[in-house]
């Protein structure tokens, strides 16, 4: 009959070591990666917003289409979901499927009209919400 120490030496398991080197292992490669995919999420937020600035352009020259002229600042993006009292009889919208989306930071596109570079501006202030910046901070625009 074996002793209870030759028992324990028989049953299979992990040893304390070998967990802290799978610990490790698993570590580094979350070192790695991490900030890979963090920086493509980031990029992708900057293309969403480039995305739904074009499709809010489409729309705007659609609204300008039937009602000759584009909204004023004081109408704004709204005018693209119910028609604004100046446009009655000539808006043929609603120009958005699904109304006015904030972008991917959670902050309402900014909408003038006139534009500093055209006959109007859309923008984003980025994922700081400031104007100007670099990188992802870096305001999104129309123009």
Known sequence: MPTIAARRRAQPGFTLLELLVVIVIIGLLAAYVGPKYFSQLGKSEVTIARAQIESFEKSLDTYRLDVGRYPTTEEGLAALIAAPA?????????????GVPLDPWGRPYQYRAPGSKGEYDIISTGKDGQPGGSGE???????
Do not use: E, H, T, V
């Open 137 to 143: 901070d870096a305001d999104i625009s129309s123009q």
């Open 86 to 98: 100046s446009a009655a009889g000539k808006w043929n919208g609603p120009y958005l499927k699904k």
